[in-house]
């Protein structure tokens, strides 16, 4: 029985499988596998990140410079109307 087939369409990575495989010694499969393994290992080490994550961090390092107790009403430029004061 044959193992399962995985096509990827791109020059860049043939090239790349093709160099290292060359370098190494390994067959291409046995290279794709390992680099497969060190990328899920290291994504599982250090979990990709979003923007939303980088502006949830800005956020937080804002805030730790703002007093306890500050909110963003404020209230103090407004009247009891709502109007500026």
Same mark, same amino acid.
């Given at each position: 029985?044959?193992?399962?087939?995985?096509?990827?369409?791109?020059?860049?990575?043939?090239?790349?499988?093709?160099?290292?495989?060359?370098? %190494?010694?390994?067959?291409?499969?046995?290279?794709?596998?390992?680099?497969?393994?060190?990328?899920?290992?290291?994504?599982?080490?250090?979990?990709?990140? %979003?923007?939303?994550?980088?502006?949830?961090?800005?956020?937080?390092?804002?805030?730790?410079?703002?007093?306890?107790? %500050?909110?963003?009403?404020?209230?103090?430029?407004?009247?009891?109307?709502?109007?500026?004061?």
């Amino acid at each position: 029985m044959s193992e399962p087939q995985l096509s990827v369409r791109s020059a860049r990575a043939k090239e790349l499988a093709h160099a290292l495989a060359r370098r %190494t010694g390994m067959p291409v499969n046995k290279l794709v596998e390992q680099a497969l393994d060190h990328y899920d290992r290291e994504l599982r080490q250090n979990p990709a990140r %979003t923007p939303a994550d980088a502006l949830w961090d800005l956020m937080a390092e804002g805030r730790r410079t703002v007093p306890v107790g %500050t909110t963003s009403a404020h209230d103090d430029f407004y009247d009891e109307n709502g109007l500026p004061r």
